[in-house]
């Protein structure tokens, strides 16, 4: 498939270890796939589903032991324990290999390796960047036929160049006591082993699109973020991009995905996704930042995506998708899951594989209780969404007019503020935080601090990526604005004052025409906030003007007890914390107290 000896290097070097029957280049034709699915099928690894409600769709389902990425499994292996930072998992590189290596040991005995060759990015780009994968599962195979772009084409851009990412997985016996999957940044190296979850094994996705890539984009003068993008298309036909990055149960694949209140459709407003995931960024020679999505297909949450909340998603998965640990309708051999509809099918099959009764459905005991499991997936293809930018595939990305930092807070976050600067909007996404929504997660209301949406990918120490943040900064001639949103403000009883969901492009609108400056706005102690009025509100039902007043409010005292949580989170980072975050933190408190 190739003479670039660095690659065939490494596999010869991978196969003395795992010790596989054969050897199967992954050629990214439509014959080669078939064949595999057959295969997986043959083998009741995946259940071929309803041809014509379904066509092309597949049913997959984990060990229930295997059903989510596992951070506390999930190593940076720098030489340096530093570099790897107090919030990641730290394991010294030699100490990882020879540990890995005797659960790597004839792990393919009997079974086939299977070589992915695949392009994080449109092959041939300058965004882009190339790994080789080797696993034993056919179900990680046809994940990542459709998650990124595989073929001899990717072996053709690569040439001889031994600059590729060099990943290893085995499925082994998914062991959890034994489950690991460790990043070495330094070598352009991912190994995962003992799982078969997506997650964990499917490694151009968070393991190389994010640890792996934000290490790279370090050393290398870029961004790689854990972020959406999407283009706004005005009347005129003129489209405006922003990213946006959002910790999870925050509604980022809805935002990316988005329709616009039908009186904005009238109108001719649109919204085009380019991304739901991730986004690498860079500089443009025009002095702005360019992003690209590096994945080529969508791996969503199942439960809870319909016909209200996502519609554009849920077509997607209409057809050549595999469906992972989602419940089996056997009435017409089609899927469901917990939010599809208010129909669960009487005769089915849950998440485990066992015989299911809807009836018996406890919401405070969901995993062992519901059709499908909470973290069930579905693994789609960008170009079969409705809302795909004609830009998807554009090698130098779309320009960013904005980005956007979000989180889910009852009462401190307002609906949208503006960052003062790119120094500020640093600092607003390095304390981006969550509250738990559920007695389940903990204690209702704790707040979670998640940088930039970043916490569980950051590829070295979170300090010197706050660092990278203000050095690029200090090289874009044209930066993007800055914003913070939250779309999960509540009143005295607990109920959300904002509708969310479609009515979110009304903020977006508001966004945009700040990077335009066509709007004002009010300047208060944690940044610009729009003016009442200036938030589009035509067809906008159960929302007063009052109620958007009480959105855009600033509580004060709120925003002063939650700056020691901000404090003891940059004292769990370290040192490395840049100066200039603590003196915006120093300076916030400054302008709150004053305020009061």
């Known amino acids: 498939m190739t003479n670039n000896r660095y690659v065939r290097t490494w596999i010869e070097d991978m196969k003395q270890l795992v010790c596989p029957a054969d050897i199967i280049w992954i050629d990214g034709s439509e014959q080669q796939a078939d064949l595999l699915r057959a295969e997986a099928c043959r083998t009741g690894e995946m259940i071929k589903l309803n041809e014509d409600l379904l066509p092309g769709c ?35 590189p030699k100490e990882c290999y020879e540990k890995l290596s005797r659960l790597f040991r004839n792990s393919y005995a009997g079974k086939p390796m299977y070589v992915i060759p695949y392009s994080m990015g449109p092959v041939g780009s300058e965004f882009s960047k190339i790994g080789i994968e080797l696993t034993d599962s056919i179900y990680v195979v046809l994940n990542m036929l459709i998650m990124t772009r595989v073929g001899n084409d990717v072996l053709d851009a690569l040439g001889d160049s031994p600059v590729f990412v060099k990943g290893l997985h085995a499925t082994a016996d998914c062991d959890p006591e034994n489950r690991y999957i460790c990043h070495f940044p330094e ?24 640890r792996i890539a934000s290490y790279l984009g370090k050393k290398e003068g870029w961004m790689a973020e854990h972020m959406l993008i999407l283009g706004v298309e005005y009347p005129n036909g003129e489209i405006k991009y922003l990213s946006a990055a959002f910790p999870s149960a925050c509604g980022k694949t809805n935002l990316a995905m988005l329709i616009p209140p039908e009186s904005f459709r009238k109108k001719g407003f649109k919204v085009w996704t ?94 062992n209780t519901s059709g499908a499991h909470p973290n069930s997936r579905f693994t789609a293809k960008a170009e079969n969404c409705p ?38 909007g640093t600092f607003v996404g390095s304390i981006m935080a969550s509250e738990t929504t559920a007695a389940a997660a903990g204690a209702i209301g704790v707040v979670r601090r998640d940088p930039m949406a970043m916490r569980p990918f950051i590829g070295y120490d979170a300090g010197d990526y706050f660092r990278h943040w203000l050095e690029m900064g200090k090289r874009i ?39 335009e400056g066509t709007v004002d706005a009010v300047e208060t102690p944690i940044g610009f906030l729009p003016n009442p009025e200036d938030i589009p509100s035509e067809g906008l039902e159960g929302v007063t003007e009052e109620t958007i007043k009480d959105l855009l409010s600033v509580d004060r005292e709120s925003w002063i007890a939650d700056l020691e949580n901000v404090r003891e989170f940059y004292r769990m980072i370290g040192e490395r914390v840049p100066c200039e975050l603590h003196e915006e933190l120093s300076d916030l408190e400054k302008r709150l107290q004053s305020a009061l």
């Open 58 to 92: 597949y049913l997959h389902r984990t060990a229930v032991n295997d059903v989510a990425r596992v951070e506390d499994r999930t190593f940076i292996c720098t030489r340096r324990k530093e570099d790897a930072g107090t919030i990641n998992n730290w394991m010294d």
């Open 387 to 424: 809302c795909l930018s004609s830009e998807f595939n554009n090698p130098k990305g779309v320009p960013l007019s904005a980005i956007v930092f979000g989180g889910r807070r009852a009462k401190t976050a307002p609906l949208v503020y503006e960052a003062r600067s790119w120094q500020h």
């Open 274 to 367: 380019v991304g739901d995931d991730i986004a690498w960024i860079r500089i443009g020679e025009d002095g702005r930042l360019y992003a690209i999505n590096p994945e080529n297909g969508f791996f969503g949450v199942a439960p809870g995506t319909n016909s209200h909340s996502n519609p554009n998603a849920l077509e997607t998965t209409r057809r050549d998708c595999i469906f992972t640990n989602v419940c089996h309708n056997l009435e017409n051999n089609t899927v469901w899951w917990e939010g599809l509809d208010d129909n669960p099918p009487v005769n089915a099959i849950n998440w485990k594989g066992e015989p299911w009764d809807y009836r018996k459905y406890d919401k405070s005991d969901k995993i």
């Open 187 to 210: 070598d352009d190296t991912i190994w995962s082993v003992n799982s078969a979850y997506g997650g964990n094994v499917l490694l151009g996705k968070k393991c190389f699109a994010l």
């Open 477 to 515: 001639p044209t930066p993007p604005k800055i914003f913070h949103v939250n779309w999960f403000r509540t009143d005295s009883e607990g109920q959300f004052l904002w509708p969310g969901f479609g009515d979110n492009f009304r903020v977006l609108l508001w966004i945009l025409a700040r990077c």
